[in-house]
């Protein structure tokens, strides 16, 4: 029997998202994500709240082409994720369906507009899905920066950009967080004495894609897919919005959250990304240590 593996946490998204990998028997993973709208894969269809994705054209690229939830054309990143490792997509904790076996592939806690709530109801509700008989020889945590906050649709609808330029304010509020961030999980390493916590330059990521979206087969990646107003920025997807014919050639689905093709950019570089990505190893590099343990 393969002994136990190491928990990762990769945390998502321009605020906040994670996934965790927590060990248990015959070296299988429980997948646990907790974060906002960037990885939420549908808590709010159960919530009474105005930030949800419930209504077309969100899923159009689904497999089913319905909403679920995600705030997405189709898959989001930790779909895509668990996708990549062939692992089934966790379902969320808030679905009559998360019973039985289910609970052991695991479970998605993130909710939309989480940063307006107690982000520890959230945290605090994972606990319980954790198998009782687990054993934890070490651990891999991933943390994610900022991302360009200044360069999304949204932030240029609303305070008129002028020719696409991103909102030089938040760019150095993420310039100065993201350094720090950095430095922090340094500074954990240092502690522990192991390299238990990976940095992820979000920032850098989207630069890639914002700075020169035709080398990735985008058309822009200043308007929106789905949207109204400048850089289709203003309010939300509906299915009163403007909406492209093709979500391929658009960086961005709706005015905050990257279209599904984006998503899979991001979660490739997560995966095999060089030290410019991910510092110091990436998500492949980190389940080839797992499975060495």
Partial sequence: MAGPKFMWVIVLGLALGVVCSVPRAEAARVFLVFGDSLV?????????????????????????????????NGLNIPDLISQSLGAETTLPYLSPALTGQKLLVGANFASAGIGKHNKNNTTVAILPTIPA??????????????GPLGCVPAELGMRGARDGECVPELQRAAALFNPQLVQIINNLNQRIGSNV????????????????????????????????GPYNGIGLCTPASNLCPNRDLYAFWDPFHPSEKANRIIVRTILSGSTRYMNPMNLSTIMALDSMA
Avoid at 40 to 67: K, Q, V
Avoid at 133 to 146: E, Y
Avoid at 208 to 214: A, Y
């Fill in 40 to 72: 939420d894969n549908g808590n709010n269809n159960y919530l009474a709240t105005t930030a949800r994705a419930d209504s077309p054209p969100y899923g159009i690229d689904y497999p089913t082409h319905r909403p679920t939830g995600r705030f997405s």
């Fill in 197 to 228: 916590f990976i940095a992820v330059n979000a920032q850098e990521m989207h630069n890639d894609f914002i700075s020169n979206p035709q080398a990735y087969g985008f058309v822009t990646s200043r308007i929106a897919c789905c949207g109204q």
């Fill in 133 to 146: 008989k687990v054993g934890c020889s070490g651990r891999k945590c991933t943390g994610k920066d900022t």
